[in-house]
T-cell receptor
Framework: KQEVTQIPAALSVPEGENLVLNCSFT??????LQWFRQDPGKGLTSLLL?????REQTSGRLNASLDKSSGRSTLYIAASQPGDSATYLC???????????FGQGTRLTINP | NAGVMQNPRHLVRRRGQEARLRCSPM?????VYWYRQLPEEGLKFMVY????????ESGMPKERFSAEFPKEGPSILRIQQVVRGDSAAYFC???????????FGSGTRLTVV
């Protein structure tokens, strides 16, 4: 069964710290992987999209890496700010499918 | 470019009524996907449609739920005879033919009372 898991479920850190969110998936045959941000009661905002042929993508203070062979992706957030507080979702499009399979998310709190 | 538009943003229905959720994909996107997010849970795939065709409905409950994406107009997710367990946030996403990344709408929050 194709599943996506995110750990930890929740993370609270002081402002200014660098942090890593983890995502693992059960099948290495993926088409792409996408990281989203969701604010409470809001929709999903796409942060980074990594194609299966890529190892990483960067946008500002965010860096996402992909290791297909080990079934893992990480989202690195540098110099965290209170405005980064949100739930971060990892979603995988597996080969042969059009739909996304989501992890349960990591609820991030950045304390001023 | 207005992005993926969903309406209504909030919908309250009494048990037994029908709920109709609408989704207009981004301009240039011909693929629509519906996902459901139950309280304190992750997003679960429901159905994938292209214009006038249901491509994958493997995540749709067998009864009371249906979806369409007509040649003209928005995609509609229809829930008949709603029950309290249908209370959730319903998200629509769209993509191009290349399915190179998905854009999500702001969701419809359905509350069944």
């Amino acid at each position: 069964k194709q599943e996506v898991t995110q750990i930890p479920a929740a993370l609270s850190v002081p402002e200014g710290e660098n942090l890593v969110l983890n995502c693992s998936f059960t099948d290495s045959a993926i088409y792409n992987l996408q990281w989203f941000r969701q604010d409470p009661g809001k929709g999903l905002t796409s942060l980074l999209l990594i194609q299966s042929s890529q190892r990483e993508q960067t946008s500002g203070r965010l860096n996402a890496s992909l290791d297909k062979s080990s079934g893992r992706s990480t989202l690195y957030i540098a110099a965290s700010q209170p405005g980064d507080s949100a739930t971060y979702l990892c979603a995988v499009r597996f080969q042969g499918a059009q739909k996304l399979v989501f992890g349960q998310g990591t609820r991030l709190t950045i304390n001023p | 470019n207005a992005g993926v538009m969903q309406n209504p943003r909030h919908l309250v229905r009494r048990r037994g009524q029908e709920a109709r959720l609408r989704c207009s994909p981004m301009k240039g996107h011909s693929h629509v996907y519906w996902y459901r997010q139950l309280p304190e849970e992750g997003l679960k795939f429901m159905v994938y449609l292209q214009k006038e065709n249901i491509i994958d409905e493997s995540g749709m409950p067998k009864e009371r739920f249906s979806a369409e994406f007509p040649k003209e107009g928005p995609s509609i997710l229809r829930i008949q005879q709603v029950v309290r367990g249908d209370s959730a946030a319903y998200f629509c996403a769209s993509s191009t033919d290349r399915v190179d990344g998905y854009t999500f709408g702001s969701g419809t929050r359905l509350t069944v009372v």
